[in-house]
């Protein structure tokens, strides 16, 4: 079904709607992860141990079976307090939220994107809501986000009663950056990671060889991460901060799955641009107005 439903889902897409309305079948993709070995990353050690059930680091430092590396995630816990969080959903709800695919809805600042024809124009972004600014002042405070220069802002919530989730993959590499930062602003959720085995045409990953990284060099390790078919659960509990970077970030795609979201969960997901469009860059001209833009609160 290749139009655009009242819902919002289009195409492969679907959510609990348009399943029950068009008589959609949905695979289950928990289903077909449980049959691999699985793990569970715990932000305070920074391994990953055996299991499924997120609530497994919270067993640190008593971890069971044989721990992990798993490089490239970085969680802040608590990276917000409750009267920040609780002012922040006022403040997102206030605004106007439109319907998206997979039971989502979103909020969207930033650029207009063609990712087939990598094709980027300023459209009709003018910069952040005020009521944000706080969050990306916040990023100074984490030494991994020095430098990050946020071009996109995107909030989104997942309803259960909709069925919420969003498919495996990786965002795009041709234009957003090695840094992908998400703020978990309401209920606790679960990003699953499975290993990308497809081609490097796809998401633009043939564009990821020619990049020089911008991070430190203590925060570079793009070493292949080896678990086989493995999956890997990364908590994003609500207040939480997450970026993914190098191996997490373009070795793997990230999903997240209709039975992790069990109450309202809303984000916000922050880009950066590419080396090729940033100062010194072959295309900085053509993205000059977009970071000027994104300097502006309103």
């Not at 079904?1 to 959609?24: D, F, H, W």
């Not at 695979?27 to 992860?33: A, C, M, S, T």
């Not at 969080?85 to 006022?90: D, G, N, P, V």
Request: proline share 6%.
């Amino acid at each position: 079904m290749e139009t655009v439903r009242p819902c919002g889902c289009k195409g492969i897409r679907s959510c609990l709607i348009c399943e029950a309305k068009y008589q959609i079948l949905k695979p289950d993709l928990k289903e077909v992860l449980q049959k691999s070995k699985s793990y569970v990353y715990c932000p305070y050690c920074d391994k990953s141990s055996p299991g499924w059930d997120i609530d497994e680091y919270k067993k640190h430092p008593y971890h069971d079976g044989n721990l992990i590396d798993y490089p490239g995630v970085y969680i802040k816990l608590n990276f917000l307090n409750e009267d920040e969080a609780k002012k922040l959903m006022e403040a997102l709800d206030y605004l106007p939220w439109q319907a998206s695919q997979s039971g989502r809805r979103k909020q969207n600042f930033g650029p207009k994107c063609n990712f087939k024809k990598r094709k980027l124009q300023l459209g009709t972004f003018n910069g952040f809501p005020k009521t944000t600014q706080f969050i990306q002042n916040k990023f100074a405070e984490i030494p991994l986000l020095h430098g990050f220069r946020t071009v996109e802002q995107c909030s989104l919530e997942y309803d259960p009663k909709r069925g919420a989730s969003i498919d495996p993959h990786i965002d795009d590499c041709w234009i957003w950056g090695e840094r992908i930062v998400t703020v978990n602003i309401l209920g606790d959720s679960v990003l699953t990671m499975t290993p990308y085995r497809g081609s490097i045409m796809r998401y633009n990953l043939d564009c990821v060889s020619s990049y020089n990284s911008i991070l430190e060099k203590d925060f570079c390790n793009n070493t292949q991460i080896n678990i086989d078919d493995n999956i890997v659960r990364l908590p994003m509990p609500a207040r939480s901060l997450m970026i993914l970077h190098g191996p997490a970030r373009y070795q793997w795609e990230h999903s997240i799955l209709r039975q992790d979201i069990t109450s309202r969960r809303v984000c916000l997901a922050y880009r950066e641009l590419t080396p090729p469009y940033l100062e010194n860059g072959e295309y900085h001209k053509e993205a000059s107005e977009i970071l000027r833009q994104a300097l502006s609160f309103w």
